[in-house]
């Protein structure tokens, strides 16, 4: 749970409820240190409506506070301080900054910030990775961090972190080997790349 300001009632309760529900489900949390104090901090793979309880829990046992984005029209109203007692931190589509520049924004104004993606974006595709995560990471300058669960073991954590140079192939290198290690589906790096160059011929 963040800790910008204390958490109210409602998300405190929340918050025991679903640790509750992961320690009964008898997961080990692992990682890899040093843990960076800034990166982007890969989820996979993302396969069920457990993964964000999983994850959240075992950060929780790392004592490591994580965050993660969310549409700004979550943070309006009586939802908002729950929000951003789970982590969340808002973006606005709408904006002429986009995502990646908004997160980089969010970097740069933060001494310490894990932001968790799920590299996956929906559970359909099983390996179908979008650059999002990337080009967050390499806009801001920061660490990827090989965020992991691996149900068969009933472990999960933070594996080995890279630091992002612009070369997506080269840089994932580190991350195929790690997720192939835990038998976790990557995607085709090489056709990944190409996306990106895509998107940055596409701006220019």
Known sequence: MA??????LLSRAVYASLLGLYRRRGWTAVAHRPIPKKAVVLAAPHTSNWDFIDFLGLTHDLDVRTRFMAKHTL???????????????????????GMVEQMAEEFRKRDELLLVIAPEGTRSAPGDWKTGF?????????????????????????????????????????AKAFYSSRNIVTPDFAALAAKLEERRGERQ
């Open 3 to 8: 800790h910008d300001r204390k958490p109210t």
């Open 75 to 97: 943070f309006k109203g009586a939802m908002g301080p729950f929000m951003r007692d789970m982590g969340g931190i808002p973006v606005d589509r709408s904006r002429s900054a």
């Open 134 to 174: 990337y080009r967050i990471a390499h806009g801001a300058g920061v660490h990827i961090v090989c965020g992991f669960v691996d149900p068969d073991k009933r472990e999960g954590g933070l594996g080995p972190s890279l630091m992002p140079t612009g070369d997506l192939e080269a840089d994932m290198e580190t």
